[in-house]
């Protein structure tokens, strides 16, 4: 049966005060969203519009677990890392069951041409932001008195170690300590504006016009999905690379869309802070791992770190140019702990929207793409809109740097969004009110996370 997207967490508004019964029901509601979206081996994002397992929703919903259930939490990466690559790559889609709700499919992927391919899975053959050391760490640092986490770290710890060297290796070509993304869906935030540019020399002359059969949009109003010119190509894209058999060089060399981005590189960066303790736990060696921290908190500076706009910014390997828009991935570099504290301020001050609930003191948000900017549109998925995960990592950012008032006043955000609204993929980002899909894992699974930071209020 699924959740109805009717919270029984709803408060009614204007009441400030902190509340038990408040963060109690809330949280009965983020266990309920995610008990109806758990298949017994994995949790769907949602009951409809993504009824696989997605790489990276399955980290935060990991993350989520860890103090709820973390022998669920073990299952849920365990059953993501049954999909890895031979050449270390986590796809971004796990096909465990075949459904006929969502494009593109297995059939349409094709991953068994590629040589790397796992065998007897059915996945996508592109990655997402390699959340992964992250979440482990997450569930081994909350697990370890109720269960024997040592076990579940000894296993995940080289499959965690293949996917960092493969974006070292395969991903990183010129060996900056920067991975490069060859298709939006890796870098998680699909039709963000910064992509606009970038995106439009995916309509190479000469490729076959591509087939795209959009089952999103029975599930959710166009005005809130990308565009149809974008999903051809991104479609176009999966074409390219299925004819090029996953060949990982040739993605990297000859894509029409390569960019460096600034999120997945946070990301990433964290994740390799995450993996360093997790090797110092079990003995391993550590070179290799403080090789890449070096490299990639050089690259942040040589080449993100934008001296004209004073702000880190991706880059596109095509055109060689920065691409200069102010999206919340500008401030994802604090949940890396890459900036000096000079930068800090500079780097969160222009981003907070007043709060939706109208006390700007108490609460703020940060929005995918800022009210200011051209093309911000307020309900279009990552083109406005206040996604969870981005802000429970400036958050978790934002406590890095010691700014505690600053984290708690998203921290209060989040929980009053999801208290008020319900377990959305994406809110609007100055009125009360979900979008996307409801009944949303990574919401709930973080929501959960931060109700366990402290009471709420
Ligand atoms: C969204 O992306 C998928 C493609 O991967 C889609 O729109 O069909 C993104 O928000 C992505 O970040 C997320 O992992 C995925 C599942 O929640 O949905």
Not at 398 to 420: E, F, P, T
Request: with cysteine; aromatic share 12%.
């Amino acid at each position: 049966m699924l959740v109805s997207t009717e919270n029984p967490a709803r408060r009614p508004s204007g009441d400030p005060r902190p509340d038990l019964a408040f963060g109690v029901s809330l949280a009965a509601g983020a266990k309920a969203v995610l008990d109806a979206n758990w298949t017994g081996s994995f949790t769907r994002p949602s009951p409809r519009l993504y009824p696989h397992q997605w790489n990276w929703d399955s980290g935060f919903i990991a993350i989520g677990y860890a103090g709820y259930s973390p022998e669920r939490a073990m299952t849920e990466l365990r059953s993501l890392f049954r999909g890895q690559w031979r050449n270390g790559m986590v796809p971004h889609i796990v096909f465990h069951h075949p459904s006929d709700t969502y494009f593109p499919d297995a059939a349409d992927w094709r991953a068994d041409r590629s040589p790397d391919a796992p065998d007897g899975v059915f996945t996508s053959g592109i990655t997402q932001p390699p959340i992964h050391a992250t979440a482990v760490r997450a569930v081994v640092e909350r697990a370890t008195r109720k269960l024997d986490v040592l076990r579940f770290l000894e296993e995940m710890y080289p499959k965690l170690l293949a996917l960092h060297r493969f974006l070292y290796r395969d991903r990183d070509p010129d060996g900056l300590g920067l991975a490069v993304c060859v298709h939006p869906w890796e870098t998680g935030i699909d039709n963000s504006p910064k992509w606009d540019r970038a995106l439009l020399g995916v309509d190479a002359a000469g490729l076959p016009i591509p087939v795209v059969r959009r089952k999103d949009l029975l599930v959710v109003g166009t005005d809130q999905r990308p565009a149809d010119d974008d999903y051809r190509r991104y479609i176009q894209l999966v074409d390219l690379f299925r004819s090029w058999d996953y060949d990982q060089p040739r993605m990297v060399r000859e894509s029409p869309f390569q960019v460096y981005d600034v999120l997945f590189n946070s990301v990433l960066h964290r994740a390799n802070w995450d993996l360093l303790e997790l090797a110092r736990v079990l003995g391993e060696p550590t070179a290799e791992i403080r090789e890449w921290l070096r490299k990639t908190a050089g690259a942040f500076e040589t080449h993100l770190w934008d001296e004209q706009d004073r702000m880190y910014h991706s880059r596109d390997l095509v055109s060689g140019q920065p691409i200069r828009v102010h999206t919340a991935s500008c401030a994802v570099p604090l949940f890396a702990g890459v900036p000096d504290h000079a930068r800090v301020e500079r780097l969160v001050g222009g981003f907070f929207t007043a709060c939706p609930f109208g006390e700007p003191d108490r609460c703020a948000s940060v929005p995918s793409y800022h009210e200011s900017q051209e093309g911000f549109q307020a309900v279009n998925y990552w083109r406005g809109p206040v996604w969870v995960n981005v802000n429970w990592m400036i958050y978790e950012g934002l406590r890095r740097y010691r700014l505690i008032d600053s984290a708690d006043r998203i921290r209060r955000n989040l929980l009053r969004l999801a208290g008020q609204a319900g377990f959305w993929e994406y809110y609007h980002p100055t009125e009360p009110r979900g979008l996307g899909s409801p009944d949303f894992s990574w919401t709930a699974a973080l929501v959960l996370d931060l109700l366990g930071r402290g009471g709420w209020g």
